[in-house]
């Protein structure tokens, strides 16, 4: 029987309409629970609790905050660290007997909309912060991985967490999500996901404080001079480790004619000889597709790809039987004007692009509208540092792959994968957080900034 989960609006409940949805096994096709669906009234009463809540939650030092979320994993306990920071600064005042400085200040009730990848690590980048800051939270997970926010939620009520402070909204897009969106009592958004889910929430949210992370084609460098055995495994692991489905996933690899030959004879026999299967199972090298429509759209672009003139080196089929698999795919030949070299597949679809200098390959890396992570194989400093200067993304790693993130650093992109803000590491907190500025007179007179001297 498959688990039966509520919402969570100041405790667990059912939705209004007691509508429901079910979540699949990717590997299997079984279904693994069945989930509330929220509606724009649901979210109503989230709002309504958060709001009440918001003033005792606010209220409460934020070194204490920190404690009551650090419970969970990594980024709860960095971010729990930040509630006995949480810094202003102070300036001197161009007056006398007067002070200046600048405090932080929580944003209000903020609406958190996360994606399908990731499930519990990019919601607890999003939830630590906003809860160490003071906000109360709005949650609206993915439907394909609503289990994952469930438990989630359960960790935060087990370590303390009080009701009100974050509720739980599982359901599909519309209604619960672009009513979070659009809430007028919703004073911040945090969102992660697709470009386009992104372009509609700032065309749509109102003024609000937007954070976006979306989407990305990142690819990898390897330059002639580079350790190839190191630069095959980084590869391998960042195109296929997590079927390509996540955002720093490496998607192109830009590679230097002269090893052309040498690195798409060793890629295409590592890809082969990858083993598909459940991710449960401790053997295998590649899971499933997150859906029936994802197999799809590799299926479509390798279809494209074909048709635009690039060379199938491997894959390209979809695995018969249960399950949403797709063998780890590669081509060759491929050149920046070509669709699968522009646009994010979100797939275990990765193109091998040849150039004839740093320059090229750097123009090549560039010539996408995205920019989130980037990374270059070479043990020639002056490379290594022209890479990190002229590469436009918000990452860029040196003899590692484009995955790898870790917690203490700030995560983003340039360009169509963000709008400025980063998450996690010390920025993390100016996405969920008001900069206050304070002047404190105690002169006791009349003192005009610009006009008095003296
Ligand atoms: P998606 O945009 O389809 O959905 C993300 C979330 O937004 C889901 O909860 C969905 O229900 C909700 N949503 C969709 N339309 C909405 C609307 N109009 N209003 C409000 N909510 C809406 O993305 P996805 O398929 O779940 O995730 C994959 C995408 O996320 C990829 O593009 C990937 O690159 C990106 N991603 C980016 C990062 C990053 O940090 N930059 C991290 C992980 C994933």
């Known amino acids: 029987m ?39 009234e649901d979210v109503n009463k989230a709002v309504d609790v958060a709001e009440k809540t ?13 404690s009551d979320v650090q419970e969970a994993i990594d980024i709860f306990e960095y971010m729990a660290g930040e509630g006995r920071r949480l810094f202003g600064h102070t300036t001197p005042s161009e007056l006398k007997n007067k002070f200046c400085m600048t405090v932080r200040r929580p944003i209000g009730v903020v609406g958190i909309i996360t994606p399908w990848n990731f499930p519990i690590a990019i919601p607890a980048w999003k939830l630590a912060p ?15 991985t609503p289990l994952c926010a469930v438990e989630l939620v359960k960790i935060l009520e087990k370590a303390g967490v009080p009701k009100g402070v ?62 190839m055995k190191l630069a ?30 040498q690195l798409e004879d060793a890629l295409r026999k590592r890809a082969t000889a990858l083993r ?18 994802a197999v799809e759209k590799s299926e479509r672009y390798t279809k494209i790809g074909q048709e635009e003139g690039a060379k199938l080196l491997c894959g390209g089929e979809r695995l018969k039987g249960k399950g949403f698999f797709f063998e780890p795919t590669i081509f060759t030949d491929v050149s920046m004007d070509m669709r699968i070299a522009k646009e994010e597949i979100f797939g275990p679809v990765l193109s091998l692009i040849s150039v004839s200098s740093l320059d090229e390959a750097i123009e090549a890396m560039n010539s996408v509208e995205y920019g989130l992570s980037s ?43 963000g709008n400025g803000t980063r998450e996690a590491g010390i920025l993390g907190i100016d996405e969920f957080s008001e900069v206050k500025t304070v002047y404190i007179d105690y002169s006791g007179k009349l003192q005009r900034a610009q006009i008095d001297t003296e």
């Open 2 to 40: 498959p688990e039966y989960c509520k919402l969570y609006i100041n405790g667990w409940t059912d939705s209004t309409s007691g509508e429901t949805f079910k979540s699949l096994n990717p590997a299997t096709e079984e279904v693994i629970v069945i989930l509330q669906k929220g509606n724009a």
């Open 232 to 261: 095959l495994d980084g590869i391998i692991w960042g195109a296929f480790g997590t079927t390509g489905q996540r955002c720093t996933a490496a998607s192109r690899v830009i590679l230097h004619e002269e090893v052309k030959k």
């Open 130 to 144: 906003a809860l160490v800051c003071g906000n109360t939270v709005i949650w609206k997970p993915s439907s394909d």
């Open 276 to 293: 598909l299967g459940s991710g449960l199972d401790a053997n295998t090298d590649v899971g499933p597709l997150i859906n029936k429509a």
């Open 54 to 66: 918001f003033d005792s939650w606010s209220e409460t030092p934020a070194p204490k905050r920190g």
């Open 375 to 417: 990374s270059i194989y070479t043990n020639d400093i002056k490379a290594a540092f022209k890479a990190i200067e002229k590469i436009q993304a918000g990452i860029t790693y040196v003899n590692s792959s484009t995955t790898g993130a870790e917690t203490h650093l700030p995560f983003g992109g340039v360009k169509q994968t």
């Open 166 to 227: 974050v509720s739980l909204i599982t359901g599909p897009a519309e209604p619960a999500g672009t009513e979070i969106v659009k809430h007028k009592k919703i004073l911040g958004i945090s969102f992660t996901g697709s470009r386009d889910t992104g372009l509609w929430i700032t065309q749509n949210a109102g003024i609000k404080k937007i954070g976006l992370e979306l989407g990305g084609k990142n690819g990898v460098i390897v330059m002639p001079d580079a350790d």
